[in-house]
Every structure is written in structure tokens, then in C-alpha cells.
């Protein structure tokens, strides 16, 4: 089993973006910490199945999805968008991150995923595509889509 402060630094790291990344789904904080802790839990105690640690990043997002799936399933929900009008709950940096979720809110599910992890968690098309478990081609046509999706969007947004 890898080191505690290996993995403490770890949570440090990346557990502000976790959080983040289910609080936009469970739009619950309780519930997005309870999911996050589970995750940090499970990845405590398999971390040494890890082989390639350069995989790190992807692994834990694949490990944070499943879960996240494993409690849809569990309480029968749908999956939620973000509310443009809710708290700002997991900003970085003084940043307004939230103000991209109603830009995301108009891709496809697909699409919009495909982009929060590009964009938002800075995880590369590798990266994604392992935690989505796709094609790195099918990643790359889908930040294109979502790119001419959002540009459009957007100018439609200035011209008003």
C-alpha cells in the first residue's frame, strides 16, 4: 500500500476537483462530500493495484464515476444539471467556474462530459478517453462538436 502522505498529498491535489465534479451532478454538497470520501476510500486501499502512475489521474476519475453511477442507481435519480442560480459552491482561485456550466448545459450529455473533463478538470483527450472508455478519436470529434457548439452559443449570446 502506497504511503499515507503519498496519499494525502494526492487528496490535497485533486479533491477539490472531485468534489466540484459531483457537486455539478448530486447539486448536494453533503452528497457530493459522502461521494467523494468513498471514492478517496476505495482509492486508499487499491492505490498499489495501480501499475502505471502516469494513469493516476484517469484512474481516479474512472473510480469517481462509478461511483457516482453506483449511487444513481442506488437512489433511483436522474442525472442533474447545474443550477445557474445555485451557490458558488466549489470555485477555484476566485474564479467564477459555475459561469461555464450554463454554456455546458447546451451540448449533449456526451459532449458536455467529453468537455468538463477536458476543460474544467485538465485531465488530456489519453486521460478522458480511458475514464470514459472510448476511443481518443471519438474524444477528439466531441470537444470538436462541443467547441462549434459552444461558439455558436456564444455569438448568438453577444448578439442579443
Known amino acids: 500500500m502506497g504511503s499515507r502522505s ?3 498529498k494526492l487528496y490535497e ?5 472531485l468534489k466540484k465534479y459531483v457537486y455539478v451532478r448530486v447539486k448536494n454538497k453533503m452528497i457530493a462530500e459522502d461521494i467523494t470520501q468513498n471514492v478517496w476510500l476505495k482509492v486508499y486501499r487499491r492505490i498499489n493495484r495501480l501499475n502505471n ?11 469517481l464515476i462509478w461511483e457516482l453511477n453506483d ?9 442533474l444539471l447545474p443550477d445557474p442560480q445555485n451557490e458558488h459552491v466549489y470555485e477555484t482561485d476566485g474564479s467564477k467556474d459555475f459561469d461555464l456550466f450554463p454554456l455546458l448545459q447546451q451540448l449533449d450529455s456526451s459532449e458536455r462530459e467529453t468537455a468538463e473533463l477536458y476543460y474544467v478538470n485538465d485531465l488530456s483527450v489519453r486521460e478522458v478517453s480511458l475514464v470514459l472508455g472510448v476511443p481518443e478519436g471519438t474524444i477528439k ?12 452559443v456564444i455569438e448568438k449570446n453577444e448578439r442579443k
Open 53 to 63: 502512475v502516469s494513469l493516476f489521474k484517469s484512474w481516479l476519475f474512472k473510480a
Open 141 to 152: 470529434s466531441r470537444l470538436h462538436r462541443a467547441r462549434t457548439t459552444l461558439k455558436a
Open 71 to 79: 449511487w444513481y442507481r442506488k437512489s433511483n435519480r436522474e442525472v
Open 6 to 8: 503519498a496519499v494525502q
Open 13 to 17: 491535489h485533486f479533491n477539490h476537483s
